[in-house]
């Protein structure tokens, strides 16, 4: 184990060859005995070990931060060992409470090579989902179809959620495990770059449109515009008209991914850090998709069905992630935007449907680190 002193000395005497820059530190001049002027206070090193560290450090890093070595100067008392195997300073974290600069710890545990284990991140997040129009292929007993241009929209909570009805089921407006959309993602990150695995419970139905329809309905020969679901006009079915009344994926639907990302740090100071991620996942959708039709020849009457819960697709994302961390990283808040490609092939009616689920998301969320070993394994004399 080896030692340094930093001694103090005068309040008086003005460095002749500052050393310590806004950004940097001239290595060189602060071992050589240079005096260091830090808020009119002059220091010089006496050197048993801690200038093969910065000097390492340099090598490693090309500059070594001038306000490391400035908050390590300031809290001198806090500063105990600097050991061969981690190549910093290390604060006994007893000190460290009495400093009241966590930022100081935070930084000599993360100056030089910050990123060399692996962490462990929680994302949770809120959903703004727009799906895409899609061409459709119905297949069943009743309506063999195929609808060019068809609409699904996302089906959320968020309008209900006001002041007076917060606290009723279903408009508590921080129920993130069932209402509205959500994501939610684990990521191992080491050296920048990130291994996810995200679960995305998305929840879309058909909304009403009137779209070209070719095929037969009840048997009836079509190919044209007309609406999905006929308004109800107050006599009997028309034999050929659509009355699709529901055909919806909200129930248990989920949409669960594996991918890659890479962290680039876009800023690092006392109030925190900015980092963006782009990435990609592939990934398979699962649900249990829900419709009804009116009986043939009614208005009142309803037919029906629910799919069993069952992979629906496969496909893929890639995204887009801006991320803001505390000094300690250990809580942030993100904003992603994610854009998804699915081929969908499920149950509908008595049949089954094919199209693909092409969609936006914008999520807005938290993030807490669940793991981080470089504060953890920290040695302690």
Request: glycine letters at 8%; proline letters at 4%; one cysteine or more.
């Amino acid at each position: 184990m080896k030692y340094f002193l930093l001694i103090f000395i005068s309040l008086n005497l003005y460095a002749q060859d500052p050393v310590l820059s806004s950004s940097a530190v001239d290595v060189e001049k602060f071992c050589s005995g240079a005096t260091v002027e830090i808020d009119g206070v002059n220091f010089v090193v006496q050197d048993e070990g801690f200038c093969d560290a910065l000097t390492k450090l340099k090598e490693e890093n090309e500059t070594v931060d001038a306000q490391f070595v400035q908050d390590i100067i300031v809290s001198l008392d806090a500063v105990e060992t600097l050991t061969d195997q981690t190549d910093f300073c290390l604060i006994n974290e007893a000190d460290l409470q009495q400093l009241n600069t966590p930022s100081v710890y935070d930084r000599a545990l993360t100056v030089g090579p910050d990123q060399d284990r692996w962490k462990l991140r929680f994302y949770a997040s809120h959903s703004f989902t727009t799906y895409f129009d899609t061409d459709m292929r119905m297949r069943s007993s009743r309506i063999n179809v195929d609808i060019q241009d068809y609409s699904w929209t996302e089906r959320s909570s968020r309008e209900f959620f006001t002041p007076s009805t917060w606290q009723e089921e279903g408009n508590n407006p921080f129920q993130m495990i069932d209402e509205p959309t959500n994501t939610f993602t684990f990521s191992l990150e080491k050296n920048g770059n990130e291994f996810f695995l995200s679960a995305f419970h998305p929840k879309f139905l058909q909304n009403d449109q009137t779209r070209q329809v070719s095929g037969t309905i009840d048997g009836v020969e079509v190919n044209g515009v007309q609406p999905i679901n006929k308004p109800f006009d107050g006599y009997d079915q028309v034999p050929g008209e659509m009355e699709l009344v529901r055909n919806q994926n909200t129930h248990q639907e989920m949409i669960f991914e594996v991918g890659y990302g890479h962290r680039f740090k876009l800023l690092e100071g006392r109030l925190g850090s900015l980092v963006y991620t782009p990435s990609v996942g592939v990934g398979v959708t699962v649900g249990a998709n829900y419709s009804v039709i009116v009986k043939e020849g009614a208005w009142w009457e309803f037919d029906d069905y629910t799919d069993r819960l069952k992979v629906q697709g496969f496909g893929g994302s890639i995204s887009n992630r801006l991320e803001y961390n505390t000094p300690n990283k250990k809580f942030g808040v993100f904003y992603e935007n994610k854009l998804g490609f699915y081929k969908q092939n499920h149950g509908f009616l008595d049949g089954t449907q094919e199209y693909d689920l092409k969609f936006m998301g914008n999520n807005v969320g938290v993030v807490f680190m669940l793991y981080n070993p470089k504060k953890k394994d920290v040695p302690r004399n």
